[in-house]
């Protein structure tokens, strides 16, 4: 059994402590860039379909590409998150 002094104990409580506070902190700011995706994808969803629309009618559709790549890398990193 090994025995910690008192100043040895109160180190690893801060550094367990402050591993914690650092992935709470991660975790909320990736939720946070996470939802900011989601709202711009949305967006972009309703805002590029139009985009899309008005482009594809004129024989280029990259619009419609542009959205579905940005959906892909969003849905990527949503399951890289779990």
Avoid: D, P, Y
Wanted: with cysteine; net charge positive.
């Amino acid at each position: 059994m090994v025995i910690l002094s008192l100043s040895e104990r109160r180190q690893r409580w801060e550094a367990t402590v402050t591993e914690e506070l650092h992935e709470r902190m991660w975790k909320k700011q990736w939720e946070e860039a996470l939802e900011a995706n989601q709202t711009k994808l949305q967006n972009s969803l309703v805002h590029g379909g139009c985009q899309w629309r008005r482009e594809n009618r004129k024989g280029v559709a990259n619009g419609g590409e542009r959205i579905g790549e940005e959906l892909h890398r969003i849905q990527k990193l949503q399951r890289a998150s779990k």
